[in-house]
């Protein structure tokens, strides 16, 4: 008995004082375990939560077979809520609909008559007007319910009774999968083939101590268990490796990579069309075209033309590329990156432990545990069946006496006021032996019945001696439970139109990630301005004139160049750092732009020293202020993070000061003190990162300008003026010497800034 909250009649205020903290945890507590036990997580041995196995059994009670007629779904709800299940009606009949629903389970529990909704994401009819009937499925999990297969407990209001757990003669905690939130714990469980669990159940018997992997497909050991992985009821591609797979199932955590299943269709004349044939699971086929036409419209796929919804009874999705030039695989590869035609499906197997302890369990130990249910459920039924025997051959035994003896039992009955104890007395008859006596009908007493009760006595000894052979074999038992398995292997069979695996397997195909992010990007011309303060702005259209920028006061401008909206941009900073921006993602041409510091980390004490669009194939020269120097490839250069990547490695206050292409054969460098030295480019080291080595020796002052050039050419550079210069390779042979040496003066007119452009 709980505690007398009512108060006393004295008047009193009776007031009991709690301690707040101990009172909420004891309360949520309290909620906490009602939900986990007896809403959100699936029983291992029958994978159902509570409202679904009440469904299933309130459809028992009410006579809805496989074979039965169909029955409103408003009675179903009302018997599931009036006698077992105390929660709304809206919640049950969700419940119900999703069971139903050949999107939503792989193999559906109820047989739905009417709208039960659609994977376009449509609800069901109300339930007034749907009807529904069970599946084999829920036969399966209820077969040897009376035969005292499995326990009961009262219900809500202690009326009836329900059971705690159904038979489970169908795998259908992983067959059919789960989901759902508790408190402080979820279960998500996919959906899996039949025939495949049934073929590691089958070697799990006769391998008890099976790991995951052995209970898993492996083309080389055909003999193994045989899941492959998930099988999804809308079917789709699956592209998760092997190996991850594996790791899932062995930890009872992870996901499924899954992806929609597309073909082309020859329109003739070179085009062509995508059509999408299977979607992701609990992907709404709607909400997922709106989305592809969001993406459209916001003109973040420059490859796709339009999108169609030509779904009748299958799925039916056709995509129409921008031109027949386009490359189905990275069209669809951008689709996949930006849109739920990929999704992850995650799992994690956590379940009430033979009914009680939630745990993350691994593959091996669920169908374990499934397995020692239904051998505790065979030999339940078992001896159930045994004590029935029992009781008939009690009865035999009985009916063969008065037989034996009809004219003395005849006489009794005809002259005794008490027949029955005067029978048990004359013949030591059970009282049940001469209850059956006195209840059996005048026309059996034909002379054929004895023969007939013999012939039944003699096939129930033989069978009852063997219910007690199995139940004394633990061999035999797991024999049975084999054979029951093998039945259920036959009836969803892969042969079959039910059984048939639906989800495929793939490795996602190896294409160019550089390729798909340009498919994502609508290639547009623009010119990049940067400017001496570090703001950043890319302005629509190829400017030829930028005389007439504007900029903030007291700044100016630092560099400009023309580039597509699908180029990567390099920024090198004085500190040696190369950061790199997407070209679609700088502020447009209006005001002023914003400052690159909010783009990029970059140090307070370091500027922008230049930009320009990165090349995959070139090579730049980099160097400092005091004259060291190395060569990098621009792709070492690429920093896919806010951070950057230090390139050059500077301390103040030498800081890095040129960044010039290295082409051709030869360099030429001009110090601060007008010298100039030429010397092979092979002599400057390729580096990913470092100090580099002394370009050219200086007394005091640093480098000044650096130039590349094909020693065949010749050097060339122009005056303030605009005047062009050129020399040759015998005249510049007084100016060649090894890397690091002083040089000599600059050539005549050569121009006073001691830059090769004037």
């Known amino acids: 008995m709980g505690k007398n909250l009512t108060p006393p009649g004295d008047g009193g205020d009776n007031i009991v004082p709690v301690d707040l903290k101990a009172a909420l945890e004891e309360r949520y ?45 408003a009675r179903i709800v009302g018997d599931v809520i009036g006698k077992f299940h105390p929660h709304g009606d809206q919640s049950v009949y969700d ?90 714990m979820a279960t998500n469980i996919p959906p899996h083939n039949a025939h495949e669990l049934c073929d590691a159940a089958l070697y799990l018997i006769k391998h008890p101590d099976a790991t995951v992997k052995d209970l898993m497909f492996d083309p080389e050991h055909p003999q193994r268990g045989g899941i492959e992985g998930p099988d999804f009821p809308t079917g789709g591609v699956i592209i998760e490796s092997r190996e991850s797979m594996l790791e899932t199932y062995r930890t009872g955590r992870g996901g499924f990579r899954v992806r929609a299943k597309w073909e082309t269709e020859d329109l003739g004349r070179g085009g062509y069309q995508i059509v999408i044939t299977q979607i992701p699971y609990q992907v709404q086929k709607s909400r997922l075209i709106e989305k592809i036409a969001e993406l459209l419209i916001a003109r973040k796929l420059p490859l796709l033309e339009d999108i169609r919804d030509e779904s009748a009874e299958d799925v039916r999705v056709v995509l129409i590329p921008k031109s027949r030039t386009v490359d189905p695989t990275i069209l669809m590869e951008s689709l996949f990156k930006l849109s739920e035609l990929e999704n992850r499906i995650p799992l994690n197997m956590n379940v009430l432990s033979m009914g009680r302890v939630p745990k993350v369990m691994a593959l091996n130990e669920v169908l374990s545990e499934w397995l020692a249910h239904r051998k505790d459920v065979l030999v339940r039924r078992s001896k159930f069946r045994l004590a029935a025997i029992d009781k008939r051959l009690e009865i035999l035994g009985g009916l063969l006496i008065a037989y034996l003896n009809l004219d003395e039992v005849i006489r009794i009955i005809r002259e005794e006021d008490e027949p029955k104890p005067v029978l048990i007395e004359r013949f030591t008859l059970t009282d049940l032996q001469a209850e059956s006596i006195l209840n059996m009908r005048l026309r059996n007493l034909r002379k054929l019945e004895e023969f007939e009760i ?89 400017m030829t004139d930028i005389s007439t920028l504007t900029f903030k006061e007291g700044d100016g401008l630092r560099v400009s160049f023309l580039a597509q909206t699908t180029d990567k941009i390099l920024l090198v900073t004085t500190g040696g750092k190369a950061y790199t921006l997407g070209a679609d993602k ?173």
């Open 95 to 184: 419940a119900l609909v999703r069971l139903a629903q050949d999107f939503s389970q792989r193999y559906p529990i109820v047989d739905g008559q009417g709208n039960f909704g659609n994977i376009d994401g449509d609800s069901a009819a109300a339930y007034r007007y749907t009807e529904a009937r069970m599946t084999d499925v829920a036969a399966l999990l209820l077969e040897g319910i009376e035969q005292d297969a499995v326990d009961f407990r009262p219900t809500y209001n202690e009326e009836d009774d329900e059971p705690v757990v159904l038979p489970g003669a169908f795998p259908n905690l992983l067959a059919n999968g789960s989901s759902g939130i508790a408190v402080g």
């Open 29 to 73: 507590l309290a909620y906490a375990l009602s939900t986990i036990m007896h809403r959100a997580l699936p029983d291992v041995r029958d994978g159902l939560k509570p409202v679904h196995r009440r469904i299933i059994h309130a459809m028992r009670e009410m006579g809805i077979r496989p074979n039965s007629a169909f029955k409103k779904c």
């Open 454 to 542: 013999r012939t039944e006595f003699d096939k129930l000894s033989a069978e009852k001696a063997e219910i007690e052979a199995l139940l004394a074999s633990d061999e035999k038992l797991w024999q049975t439970v084999a054979w029951e398995i093998g039945e259920v292997k036959k009836k969803f069979a892969k042969a079959t139109e039910l059984g048939r695996r639906r989800s495929v397997f793939s490795d996602a195909p190896d294409t160019d990630i550089e390729a798909i992010q340009q498919a994502m990007i609508e290639k547009e011309p623009v010119t990049i301005v940067i400017s001496e303060k570090g703001w950043i702005r890319a302005l629509k259209g190829h």
């Open 586 to 758: 700088l502020p447009g041409g209006r005001g002023h732009g914003e400052p690159l510091r909010i783009m990029v980390d970059m140090e307070n004490d370091q500027d922008v020293l230049t930009a320009f669009v990165h090349d995959p194939s070139r090579k730049v020269l980099l160097a400092s202020a005091g004259g060291n120097g190395f060569i990098v490839a621009e792709s070492e250069m690429i920093a896919n993070t806010r951070k950057g990547r230090q390139i050059m490695n500077v301390a103040m206050p030498d800081e890095t000061k040129l960044v010039v292409t290295a082409s051709g054969d030869h360099v030429a460098i001009i110090g601060e003190n007008r010298k100039m030295l030429v010397f092979p480019l092979e002599q400057i080291p390729e580096m990913t990162r470092g100090k580099g080595v002394r370009l050219q020796r200086y007394k005091d002052g640093g480098v000044s300008d650096i130039r590349c050039f094909a020693i065949a050419s010749g050097l060339s550079w122009t005056d303030s003026a605009g005047r062009a210069f050129a020399k040759n390779k015998e005249e510049l042979a007084e100016w060649m010497a090894d890397r690091a040496s002083a040089g000599r003066a600059v050539p005549k007119g050569f121009p006073r800034s001691g830059k090769f452009s004037g």
